[in-house]
């Protein structure tokens, strides 16, 4: 079984920085985050492979999020950069057993209980 426990929500004006961390506990090979927006679809924002080779993107945040992973600690990551009103949502951490990077949230077995960013214009 694996437990997911997301961390660095807040609250942060346009154009500012957040840096969400989520703690596994389990085996984990496929990691992702997910948001979701208040009358809105649990949408797909980015995931990594277990290696970290492997990195897609929603279109809305390439160029702004980085997801990376510490395998030591068992730990996800995503910074986010230039954060945009549009961005405020609930964000999940997601894993999966599966070695493929997926995107849409029917593909990962494993959930976080969220973490609210809120981005100020």
């Known amino acids: 079984q694996v437990q997911l426990v997301e961390s660095g929500g807040g609250l942060v004006q346009a154009g500012g920085s957040l840096r969400l961390s989520c703690a596994a506990s389990?085996?984990?090979?496929?990691m992702g985050w997910f948001r979701q927006a208040p009358g809105k679809e649990r949408e797909f924002v980015a995931g990594?492979?277990?290696?970290?080779?492997?990195?897609p993107y929603a279109d809305s945040v390439k160029g702004r999020f980085t997801i990376s992973r510490d395998k030591a600690k068992n730990t996800l990551y995503l910074q986010m950069n230039g954060l945009k009103p549009e961005d405020t949502a609930v964000y999940y951490c997601?894993?999966?057993?599966?070695?493929?990077?997926?995107?849409?949230?029917?593909?990962?077995?494993?959930w976080g209980q969220g973490t609210q960013v809120t981005v100020s214009s």
């Open positions: 997601a894993a999966d057993a599966s070695i493929v990077v997926r995107t849409t949230v029917r593909s990962y077995e494993y």
């Open positions: 389990g085996r984990t090979f496929t």
């Open positions: 990594i492979s277990w290696s970290g080779g492997t990195t």
